[in-house]
């Protein structure tokens, strides 16, 4: 039977996502269960892609992409894989009529990660949008379901969202990324020389106008999806207040964290705040 070949297949998505993220899994519970399946299928999808470019060093990793973006357009096209990840991945990009502009952005920005770019303003935007930003505009498809005018009036802050998460991805990874990949994302930073505290600040500055813009499209969310945007909000805000406080310095020798201990505390306050309609 299709429904439990599909059933499988999210289920594998399901798992990718509890063994790479607790934040992204925690988060995942505070929604509805509608929307849990769905947004597996995003987070199995945009992970294993990240895995190629960041983690697959022993192997051509080009190649690896070109094959698996051959791969998700033939699903979409098929509109089935027996690749359970892109099956889920194709079934929900259908249901939600997820555009394929921003599956070609991810897949672009993806590919942008195989060279060792020095990136200038330009292709900094480009590659926010490419490989966060429209990861949050394919899960507000699924939030919306068909509501057009809600996608549209929600689509800037999801944007936000998206970018703020990502360069505090950036900056939490930044010693790592530059050590270990030749990346430099900020654009205009040398760190071959240091991080400055003056540099860091320019870029938390940016991360918070971000989370500025983005809390007001949380809480205009549908709200069987609220609390759980809301709870990664509060995971990575947790995240960028830590490393708010750590020197310049010390982020460039260790990765900062939450502990899972906070991570279930910080969902705790999300459902009160829910529960209580202080949203």
């Not at 998206?162 to 760190?191: C, H, M, V, W």
Request: net charge neutral; hydrophobic share 40%.
């Amino acid at each position: 039977m299709l429904s439990l070949y599909r059933k499988t297949n999210i289920e594998c998505s399901r798992i990718i996502t509890r063994n790479y993220s607790t934040s992204f899994s925690m988060g995942i519970l505070a929604f509805d269960k509608q929307y849990r399946d769905p947004i597996y299928a995003i987070y199995g999808f945009v992970r294993y892609a990240d895995e190629i470019v960041d983690t697959f060093h022993d192997f051509d990793k080009r190649v690896l992409l070109e094959e698996f973006e051959r791969d998700t357009w033939l699903a979409i096209e098929r509109k089935i894989s027996l690749n359970p990840v892109l099956d889920a991945f194709q079934d929900t990009v259908h249901r939600y009529q997820i555009g394929t502009d921003l599956i070609g952005a991810f897949l672009k920005s993806m590919a942008m990660d195989l060279e060792e770019i020095e990136y200038a303003e330009e292709n900094y935007i480009e590659y926010i949008y490419g490989s966060a930003e429209v990861v949050g505009l394919m899960c507000l498809k699924v939030f919306c379901d068909g509501d057009q005018s809600a996608y549209e009036k929600l689509r800037e802050p999801a944007r936000r969202l998206g970018a703020a998460f990502q360069k505090i991805n950036f900056l939490r990874d930044i010693g790592e990324d530059y050590q270990s990949r030749g990346r430099t994302y900020f654009p205009n930073l040398n760190l071959g020389i240091s991080l400055d505290e003056c540099s860091k600040k320019d870029i938390e500055a940016d991360i918070e106008a971000d989370f500025q813009a983005a809390y007001q499209g949380i809480i205009q969310l549908p709200k069987g999806s609220r609390l759980g945007v809301l709870t990664a909000y509060r995971f990575y805000r947790n995240l960028f207040q830590k490393i708010r406080k750590t020197a310049s310095k010390r982020i460039l020798q260790a990765r900062i964290r939450i502990s899972n201990t906070e991570k279930a505390a910080l969902l705790m306050q999300s459902m009160i705040s829910s529960k209580l309609n202080l949203l």
